[in-house]
């Protein structure tokens, strides 16, 4: 117990040194350059925060394995040991045409399960993290177990591409609920589930889009998998994906279900 808050609070720190560097970043003019289309971009400082994050955790840990989304860490193909999942710059369209509306995001595993997930709100500094074993904190309080709140009473956030096409019946569940909303950026959906402003959200997300969500999002009490109900894969392909409390998550899945 005594290791993982240590780890907590070691990695705690790195996360807030990288986030004054985005800062500092920011001022200067960004290098962007699109990956697969021109909604799919890539900035000089997704790519330096994540060698940044790389290089400490391989100083530190030479022994462990690391995902990272702009491929700077290794290529894990099982889950065996300590597994780190890097999101350098979660948000990075935000982060270009916003210059907000962003998080650095890291999930730590071991043998597949979930240990400690850290997303950090980079301007807002609102930095959540934590785990089943060390508790969850924002910005250094304790947050509780997540009310049961059901789907008719709390917002969702969805993915605007699987809402606009009801994929998987995500615009059903968007107008079951109180309201939808759409914010492009995985973590700050993540954020806004922890501290109990939405009771959902689904989209189509990756390890590194999750992997932090998840371990914290069961360490609060909330459930969460891919949205045909299978478990995430922490080193598998982009899925669509669920988080939600535990009667919002039976009433997204009986909704799926019923779409067929
Ligand atoms: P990124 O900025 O780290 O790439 C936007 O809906 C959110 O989903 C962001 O967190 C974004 O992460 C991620 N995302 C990236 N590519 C996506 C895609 N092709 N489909 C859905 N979500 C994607
Ligand atoms: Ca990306
Ligand atoms: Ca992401
Ligand atoms: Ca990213």
Same mark, same amino acid.
């Given at each position: 117990?005594?290791?993982? +808050? !240590?780890?907590?609070? !070691?990695? +705690? /720190?790195?996360?807030?040194?990288?986030?004054?560097?985005?800062? &500092?970043?920011? !001022?200067?003019?960004?290098?962007?350059? /699109?990956?697969?289309?021109?909604?799919?971009?890539?900035?000089? *400082?997704?790519?330096?925060?994540?060698?940044?994050? *790389?290089?400490?955790?391989?100083?530190?840990?030479?022994?462990?394995?690391?995902?990272?989304?702009?491929?700077?860490?290794?290529?894990?193909?099982?889950?065996?040991?300590?597994?780190? =999942?890097?999101?350098?710059?979660?948000?990075?369209?935000?982060?270009?045409? !916003?210059? @907000?509306?962003?998080?650095?995001? =890291?999930?730590? %595993?071991?043998?597949?399960?979930?240990?400690?997930?850290?997303?950090?709100?980079?301007?807002?500094?609102?930095?959540?993290?934590?785990?089943?074993?060390?508790? *969850? %904190?924002?910005?250094?309080?304790?947050?509780?177990?997540?009310?049961?709140?059901?789907?008719?009473?709390?917002?969702?956030?969805?993915?605007?591409?699987?809402?606009?096409?009801?994929?998987?019946?995500? &615009?059903? *569940?968007?107008?079951?609920?109180?309201?939808? &909303?759409?914010?492009?950026? $995985?973590?700050?959906?993540?954020?806004?589930?922890?501290?109990?402003? /939405?009771?959902?959200?689904?989209?189509?997300?990756?390890?590194?889009? %999750? $992997?932090?969500?998840?371990?914290?999002?069961?360490? #609060?009490?909330?459930?969460?998998? &891919? #949205?045909?109900?299978?478990?995430?894969?922490?080193?598998?392909?982009?899925?669509? %994906?669920?988080?939600?409390?535990?009667?919002?998550? @039976?009433?997204? /899945? $009986?909704?799926?279900?019923?779409?067929?």
């Amino acid at each position: 117990m005594a290791d993982d +808050k !240590q780890l907590m609070a !070691q990695v +705690k /720190q790195w996360i807030l040194e990288a986030g004054e560097e985005v800062k &500092r970043k920011l !001022q200067d003019p960004l290098i962007v350059e /699109q990956k697969s289309s021109r909604t799919d971009l890539v900035t000089n *400082v997704d790519k330096e925060t994540e060698a940044f994050l *790389v290089e400490k955790i391989r100083s530190h840990y030479p022994a462990d394995q690391i995902l990272g989304e702009e491929g700077l860490g290794d290529k894990p193909e099982t889950t065996d040991g300590r597994v780190w =999942i890097i999101d350098p710059i979660d948000g990075t369209i935000n982060f270009v045409k !916003q210059r @907000e509306n962003f998080c650095i995001m =890291i999930g730590i %595993f071991e043998d597949g399960l979930g240990k400690l997930g850290f997303i950090y709100d980079v301007i807002k500094d609102e930095f959540v993290y934590g785990g089943s074993g060390t508790g *969850v %904190f924002l910005n250094g309080s304790p947050l509780k177990q997540i009310e049961d709140v059901p789907l008719s009473e709390g917002l969702v956030g969805v993915n605007g591409t699987m809402f606009v096409n009801n994929y998987m019946s995500t &615009r059903n *569940v968007g107008l079951a609920s109180s309201g939808f &909303r759409i914010l492009g950026c $995985a973590g700050l959906d993540f954020l806004h589930m922890f501290m109990s402003r /939405q009771c959902a959200y689904v989209s189509n997300l990756a390890p590194w889009d %999750f $992997a932090a969500g998840m371990v914290i999002g069961h360490a #609060l009490g909330l459930r969460c998998s &891919r #949205l045909d109900g299978r478990e995430a894969d922490i080193i598998g392909e982009r899925v669509p %994906f669920v988080i939600a409390t535990p009667s919002a998550y @039976e009433e997204i /899945q $009986a909704l799926v279900i019923a779409a067929g």
